[in-house]
């Protein structure tokens, strides 16, 4: 099965490691990947809180051409890149005056305007639905026997509730997935707190704080590790960790499936990281 696939910015450059895993595990569950041609950066985060004609005209480009694909699903693993492109869908369908004015600005300059015909959807919702999810536990030769998680989602996924796949209170989509793969997944009360990622530069203090708390929270709940579905996420969780006496490993969801999947590249991903995982993974015989 070919499904419409937009990386976007960050999983060609600092989170290349989802990319490679999200890739990976797709064609391990037979599903193929066909990346959007001359797609263009969707804007987030900083193009939508700059400009709103931009917030929605840049994702609309991608739509417009994934509709020339005849693409009728568009997957994006970036979880910011998911939530503007999600919204922009969601603004062209409810028929809002900004959509429109964006729509007919992209058929002046392409000869075509987005007709909301894709369905825009994140890597962990398509893995859940019925006729994949059983795919997932065959492809398992490598359970994450003993590997100590938090879930975590952020913000991005959740809220606001037209871009949620799962409950926006408590989601549970990505607990079920790494319980399927054999994780001993922990509880925690912080699975849907924002990470601070857009005041990384502006406010590096702030941002120290809330990654000190989320942190320290997921070794109280007894976690070795957390595992997120974005980049944005992943990144600032990990850069700043600098106040914790034993920092923690941050996976993306698709990199734990493909070390559960036996994956031969699985080792090559966790070299991307900044806090290394290597340990460990290797401690619990994982890699």
């Not at 809180?49 to 509709?67: K, Q």
């Not at 300059?109 to 997932?136: A, C, D, N, Q």
């Not at 359970?143 to 989602?153: D, E, I, Q, T, W």
């Not at 009360?189 to 704080?209: A, H, N, W």
Request: proline share 6%; glycine share 6%; net charge negative.
């Amino acid at each position: 099965m070919k499904l419409g696939y937009y990386p976007g910015c960050s999983l060609h450059s600092t989170a290349a490691e989802y990319n490679m895993a999200t890739e990976a595990v797709f064609d391990a569950l037979d599903l193929e990947l066909a990346e959007l041609p001359e797609w263009n950066c969707c804007g987030a985060t900083a193009g939508h809180s700059t400009d709103r004609f931009l917030a929605l005209a840049l994702p609309l480009r991608n739509l417009v051409i994934a509709e020339a694909e005849q693409q009728k699903e568009l997957i994006l693993p970036c979880a910011a890149c998911y939530n503007l492109v999600k919204a922009a869908d969601h603004y062209v369908r409810e028929g809002t005056p900004e959509a429109k004015d964006a729509n007919e600005e992209l058929q002046n300059i392409m000869g075509s305007s987005y007709k909301g015909t894709v369905h825009v959807t994140h890597p962990l919702e398509v893995i859940m639905r019925k006729e994949f999810i059983g795919k997932v536990k065959p492809q398992v030769k490598n359970p994450l026997k003993g590997l100590k998680v938090v879930p975590y989602y952020g913000c991005l996924l959740t809220r606001p509730t037209y871009v949620a796949f799962d409950d926006v209170e408590q989601p549970q989509a990505m607990d079920q997935l790494m319980n399927l793969v054999g994780a001993d997944v922990k509880r925690w009360s912080y699975k849907t707190d924002c990470c601070g990622g857009s005041l990384t530069v502006p406010r590096t203090d702030v941002v120290y704080e809330i990654t000190k708390n989320l942190v320290t929270e997921a070794q109280r709940a007894g976690a070795d590790a957390i595992v997120t579905a974005c980049p944005l996420c992943q990144m600032t969780l990990e850069t700043r960790q600098k106040e914790i006496k034993n920092p923690i490993p941050i996976f993306f969801f698709t990199e734990l499936l493909g070390i559960s999947f036996g994956h031969p590249q699985a080792k090559k991903w966790m070299k991307k990281h900044i806090i290394d995982p290597i340990p460990l993974l290797t401690s619990l015989h994982l890699l």
